[in-house]
Structure formats: structure tokens, C-alpha cells
């Protein structure tokens, strides 16, 4: 079955934006693409006349309709594919995708998937505890000067979104799993881990990591994050059991 991209289900997240002005500038660039969704956490100056001085009068509907949240882990909460930009590389920044690659990926799980797209404050971008929020990664390729304007990043995304959203995409994606469901899978995972000392307690996040970007490569869906929590869930009772036991 032929489908094109469902822009209503792709919204841009601003993580700490620094300055309004860049908040304004990005609002007109996603609606210049045709997505209306805009979130925003954490910003160290929400002005909203400058904001709207900056996004004009056209983009107004979009302003007005921004969600502001305080912590990135309740702002992604809903959505079921989450998609980082980053400009540096290397470290826990492996596997990582341009922006023309990624958007024709995104046609078929924006499908049945809510998608965004985030991006980190202007002065440091995302840091790693932020990006293992994230299925993807994504890089603008630059010349030598690798720092772009928060509001041209996100109008180079979101374009690369629209035109391969303009052709017929036949790969299906199923509903995946809720960013709120990977992220309680990911704690549960971490307390039993810890527990029977599967890993070092001092650095747990750095292996729970390795599981992340194995278990993004699967592309879970609920039902299956509902089976390793039972398992998980299972291990805990089991252990619990033995030590009363005396075991």
C-alpha cells in the first residue's frame, strides 16, 4: 500500500532554547513545511510578543498552540519514535544518519507513530543523557563551520520531511512503542540488572545504553515491551523467592 508522509503526527521539540527570537524563527520554518506541532521544554526565556514578532502574524496559530513542558522525559512521553540532532560525533554518537536518509524512513512510521523531532539548546546542542531518548540520530553535513542557527536546523529537517513526504512510500512500519513505555521497560531493566549483578551499579547507564540502541534496532512495539517487563517482573519475584527461601 502506497502512503505519503502524516505530517500531523511529526512535531519539532526545543530542548532549553536559549532566546525567544529563535523560538519564532523556528515556528515560521515548521509551518513554511506544513507541521503545525510545536513543543518546547525548558526555555530560559519564553517571550511571547517577541515570539510572535519573530514568527509573524501568519504563523500565529502555530504560536499559540505551543505545549511547554518542564522536563524532556514528560515532553516525549507520547510520542513513539523520537528522533535527536546532533553536530558532534563519535562517543555514544555511533549511529547516526542525514537528514535526507532519515525522512524517507520517516514516511512509513509516521504512519501510525507520533514522531519528534528534537533539538538541544543553541549554545551545546544535546548531551548524551538526551540523546538516549532517541530510536535515531540525524546530522546536518557541513562544511567546517558545523554550527547552524537553531531555526535553520530545524527548517533543513523539516524540509528534507516534506519533499520525501511529497513521493509514494510502499514499506509499512507498525505502531511502535510509546516513548513513556521504553523509558519504564528501560528503568525496570536497569533496578533487576543492577540487582543480580548483570552490571556494574556505579555506571548502570552506560550499559543500559548498549541495550537502548540494540533494542531500537528491533523497533519494539508494546506488546513486546509488555513481555520483557512480565520476564523482568518474573526475575524479581523469583529472587525475592530464593532469598526467602534460603537459596
Not at 23 to 39: L, P, V, Y
Not at 119 to 130: A, M
Amino acid at each position: 500500500m502506497s502512503s505519503k508522509v502524516n505530517l500531523n503526527n511529526i512535531s519539532i521539540v526545543l530542548h532549553k532554547p536559549r532566546y525567544p527570537e529563535n523560538i519564532g524563527s523556528a515556528a515560521r520554518a515548521i509551518r513554511n513545511m506544513g507541521i503545525g506541532q510545536m513543543i518546547v521544554v525548558d526555555p530560559q526565556n519564553f517571550d511571547l510578543a517577541t515570539i510572535l514578532k519573530t514568527a509573524t502574524h501568519a504563523v500565529s496559530d502555530v504560536v499559540e498552540r505551543i505545549e511547554i513542558y518542564d522536563t524532556l522525559k514528560e515532553a516525549l512521553a507520547p510520542y513513539n519514535y523520537v528522533v535527536g540532532t546532533t553536530a558532534r560525533l563519535g562517543g555514544e554518537r555511533q549511529i547516526i544518519t542525514t537528514p535526507s536518509k532519515l525522512a524517507a524512513r520517516l514516511v512509513s512510521i509516521s504512519q501510525k507513530n507520533r514522531i519528534a523531532i528534537l533539538f538541544g539548546p543553541e549554545d551545546r546542542g544535546l548531551s548524551n543523557k538526551d540523546i538516549r531518548h532517541c530510536q535515531a540520530l540525524a546530522n546536518i553535513p557541513t562544511a567546517e563551520f558545523s554550527s547552524l542557527n537553531l531555526a535553520q536546523a530545524v527548517i533543513i529537517m523539516c524540509y528534507e520531511i516534506f519533499i520525501a513526504g511529497g513521493e509514494e512510500n510502499k514499506e509499512f512500519s507498525p505502531r511502535l512503542a510509546g516513548r513513556h513505555e521504553l523509558d519504564g521497560m528501560y528503568d525496570q531493566l536497569k533496578d533487576i540488572l543492577v540487582r543480580i549483578s548483570y552490571i556494574n551499579p556505579e555506571n548502570p547507564d552506560y550499559w543500559i545504553n548498549k541495550l537502548c540502541h540494540f533494542f531500537t534496532r528491533l523497533q519494539l512495539r508494546a506488546k513486546e515491551v509488555s513481555i520483557i517487563r512480565g520476564i523482568c517482573r518474573q526475575i524479581d519475584w523469583y529472587g525475592k523467592k530464593c532469598y526467602n527461601d534460603g537459596k
